[in-house]
DNA sequence: GTGGCGTCC
DNA sequence: CAGAGGGACGCCACT
């Protein structure tokens, strides 16, 4: 059996989209029927233009590289654009080209604050900077970004003159801090490896060598690093060129590297067109929009968490006998495990004595200092990460948070969220959930959160195809419930409390590959227990059983798993000499297609509802993604509307074997919301 | 920069 | 016999 028993039916759009994604003037096509509200006004009375094929020749080794091997593919000739005349020259010639390698280099790297300091272009046989704000003792006089915007606007955000790049979501946000918003982005270079190649490296100076054999200058070769780093606005003017236009001119031939590979695959071709490019755009719009934090509220937890831990920062220095640094491992491992003599339960992979959690917690059975860690360990956690740091993340500007998604991290499909990281944000106690209190909506706005019930339970029952857990689904009941009923024998309305929280553990432990060992572990059973527990599990869900089995196999044997969509992922540590790696292996073999498909739903699910928003032409928001859960700023006359379709939306993004449900709440901040 | 730990789904 | 739970990010200590 492969992993993907059967190719899912998408809604309208989404099918329209997927059967021909790839193609890039169908795509072009299917924004004006699917896509955002600015692409449809850029595209209106226009009618597509056909693409052309590149006819231009062979361009000419740069001479810097005149010495490359023969593998090495062709570089176009780099130069710098001169004056208002050659910006002009410049502006005409992009009219003309059809598909360029743009890039952007800036200030910074916070996408929200970074501003221009040239912008490079690659088309035909050269591949051009154009400084805008250089400035360092006898720099060349420069037009300047106002003028260069002024008169390259248009060409920017044209949705006609197609653009392709390197994470253009971050050239994206320099432009919009700017006011120019980046049309025609045609392909991403990030996105077209992670498509392609998910478990390799994704920055450009990998991808350089990997598919074009091009050893290209890095940004600590132009601008120093550490303390010596230079702003990239003191770099030399040639010396920027070599390295800026390299980047335009490399993000265009990685493209025509990589296009063939993903076109050549209809899968790959729709994970890329119909899920990671529309997607794009849709992050930026939820980084831009920002979540608005009470700051003030924060700073108050933080103080009351500060007071909390002198206390017991003291009371643990009086049952050791002696001070040390609460936050310090190694020194706890000295009080405990050397001067209290305690016994050492489990040891890290460096071989010294863990202090984590589970060791503290069963050490607090029967000492007193072991609890004081935990309870100074938990409230230093919420105070350093969380109450202390997201006041200082609000952006002046917009006296919002912004986060950064990463779209091309985790192996899986999943997004990631950094600086500030919002998808670990605390839920599970109580005193975790008051920071959830201080993400709060503006007067006249509600949060809305939206997340998808038990979704990767519900696609192992769709991928497993086993007739009692989609059965359990069918009928609506509790899932860990029927589960336990199954295991131990019982009838549903019999099951205790135990006996569902055991159940919930198996569940879970199936999706990630847990052993008995593991099992055990998390109960605090018997081993043989645990064993039982599997194998009763797996006697009631044969399909499951079986599905895992071929999960396994099929990964070894092709060294790839498959989400329903067809997202890749490889496992070349499944033939690894090591059982330790191959058994890692095989439990990402087992857990990925089904967190890849439910990162698939989730994206394809942003991407409609941000384009019903535009199209309705509604004041909400999306303003974040926590993997299988979308949160909405929603304006008072629109709450009803938008519970109802983002959950009809979310439902109805693709159809498994088993139903999509979907949990709205409401409520005046994130924590009301659940 | 690495290791240990803890937060989320 | 050891190790035995998937995917992330970020803080702190320590080197």
New binding site residues.
Partial sequence: MLTVKRDVPLPFSIAELATHAGDDARLREQFATFGFKSWLRELEGEAPEKPRARTFAPAPANPDHAAAPPAEAPRRRYATVQGEEGLDALARALDAADLVGFDTETTGLDPMAARLVGMSFAFGDTAWYLPLEHAYPDAPVQVGTGKALARLKHWLESDRHRKVGQNLKYDSHVLLNHGVRLGGIAHDTLLESYVLEVHERHDMDSLALRHLGWKTITYDEVTGKGAARIPFSSVEVGRATEYAAEDADCALALHEAMAPKIESDPKLARVYGSIELPVMPVLLTMERNGVLLDAARLERQSHELGKTMLELEQKAHASAGQPF?L???????EILFERLGLPVKK??????????????GELALDYPLPKL??EY??V??????YT??LPRMVNAATGRVHTTY?QA????G?L??????L???????AE??RIREAFVAPPGTKIVSA?YSQ?ELRIMAHLSGDAGLRHAFERGHDVHRATAAEVFGLPLEKVSADERRAAK?IN??L?????????A??LGIE?ATAQAYIDSYFSRYPGVKRYMDETREKARAQGFVETVFGRRLWLPEMKSGSP?RR??AE??A???PM?GT?ADLVKLAMIQVQHWLDREKLRSLLIMQ????LVLEVPEAELARVKEKVRELMQGVGTLDVALVVDVGVGENWDQAH
Avoid: C, W
């Avoid at 990631?416 to 990281?421: I, Y």
């Avoid at 999706?511 to 099992?519: K, T």
């Avoid at 926590?626 to 859960?629: I, L």
């Fill in positions: 640094n936050n310090s491992p190694k020194q706890i491992q040891k890290t992979p460096s071989g010294q004595p863990s202090t984590d959690e589970d060791v503290l860690l935990l360990r938990s230093a956690k919420l105070k350093s990460t202390d740091k990463s991290v985790a192996v899986t999943r990631a969220s950094n600086d500030p990281n998808q670990n944000i605390p839920i599970r106690t975790g959930r997340d979704v553990s879970f432990g999706i990630y590959g847990m052993s008995a060992f593991g099992l572990q998390n081993r330790q058994q890692a439990r990402a087992i857990n990925a967190q439910a926590v993997h299988d859960e």
